[in-house]
């Protein structure tokens, strides 16, 4: 489902964002991606939903090489991602349910055939009698939620989390990747990078842990474990 072969990020400033990743994820699996600030994470799921491209090596997802998709075709291959960033970027002056609609909008589904994707997104995620309040009138953990069901609103066969819980206390935080792992029985393969290693050790899944490698300068490479 997802395969990194030789990956290296450099960014223009120099920067070395990842070096030589190999990493392979089956379909229907759900691993965390850990390791310490600057080793890459947010990078590898960048590349992985088309938000950049690697400098050198093959990102792989659903059997295409991301390197191959044109530009005009970028939104349609988006469309089987969700992307969940700790940072909800929830808009504000517009309802729960119709910043959970968004997605479905742009694409022109019918309005009965949203409703309907969007209240069975907030069944599942607990929300369902929110759906007609603002951001504003929510707590951390609410917005958290609204961010997951609009990513998941599309059905996603891939769902990416950077860094989910890291606005959450331990409660909210073990009641989201609980929400993750419903959707991961669900079908849809999940990757997420977190910091949270007492957490990360509680979900029982595949760990992968970037580190910082010693070559001629400092990079960052990878290490396989469970």
Do not use: C, W
């Not at 395969?3 to 965390?32: D, R």
């Not at 607990?126 to 609009?150: C, H, T, W, Y």
């Amino acid at each position: 489902m997802i395969e990194f072969n030789a990956v290296s990020k450099q960014y223009p400033t120099g920067q070395l964002a990842l070096y030589n990743v190999n990493l392979k994820l089956n379909q229907g699996e759900m691993a965390f991606l850990t390791g310490h600030s600057g080793a890459g994470k947010s990078t590898l799921l960048k590349l992985i939903a088309l938000l950049d491209e690697p400098s050198s090596g093959e990102v792989i997802v659903a059997g295409q090489n991301t390197k191959t998709i044109k530009q005009r075709k970028t939104p349609a291959f988006r469309r089987n991602i969700g992307m969940i960033f700790q940072d909800h970027h929830l808009l504000l002056d517009r309802s729960v349910f119709d910043n959970i609609a968004l997605p479905l909008k742009i694409e022109g589904m019918r309005h009965q055939d949203i409703k309907r994707r969007v209240r069975a997104a907030l069944d599942k995620v607990n929300l369902l009698s929110k759906e007609d309040q603002f951001p504003m009138m929510l707590s951390a953990g609410e917005k958290q939620r609204v961010g997951i069901a609009r990513a998941v609103v599309n059905k996603p066969a891939i769902i990416l989390a950077d860094e989910p819980t890291g606005n959450l206390d331990p409660d909210l935080a073990s009641d989201i990747m609980h929400t993750f792992k419903q959707f991961n029985e669900y079908g849809s393969t999940v990757l997420i990078a977190s910091h949270d290693h007492e957490l990360i050790k509680e979900m029982k899944k595949r760990i992968i842990v970037l580190r910082k490698v010693k070559t001629t300068n400092t990079k960052a490479g990878l290490k396989n474990g469970r």
